[in-house]
C-alpha cells in the first residue's frame, strides 16, 4: 500500500443508503478535486440476520505531499485505476 494521510470511510446498512452509496463516494471525491489522490481502497460488506452493511474506506495522499517529479507536475498513484 502506498503513503497515505487521509482515510475516509463510507458505511451503510439499510438497503436505500447501500444503493446511494457510490453516489456518496463520487460527490466527496467531487469535493476534495485537487486536495487529495486516492492510494488505495477495501470494500468490505458484513452481515447478520437482520442487517447488511457495506463499507468503501478509501486511503488518500494529501495532494501537496506527493512527490513532484522533473517537470514540477504532481506524481500519481498507480493504484487508482482499478
Known sequence: MSRFDVVKVFSAT?????????ERVT???AEQ???V????????Q?????FHCL???LFCSNWKSRPEDSQGRRERSHSQNG
Open 14 to 22: 439499510k438497503a436505500r443508503e447501500r444503493v446511494a452509496l457510490g
Open 27 to 29: 460527490e466527496w471525491l
Open 33 to 35: 478535486r485537487g486536495k
Open 37 to 44: 489522490v486516492v492510494v488505495d481502497k477495501v470494500v468490505s
Open 46 to 50: 458484513s452481515s447478520d440476520n437482520e
Open 55 to 57: 463499507t468503501i474506506t
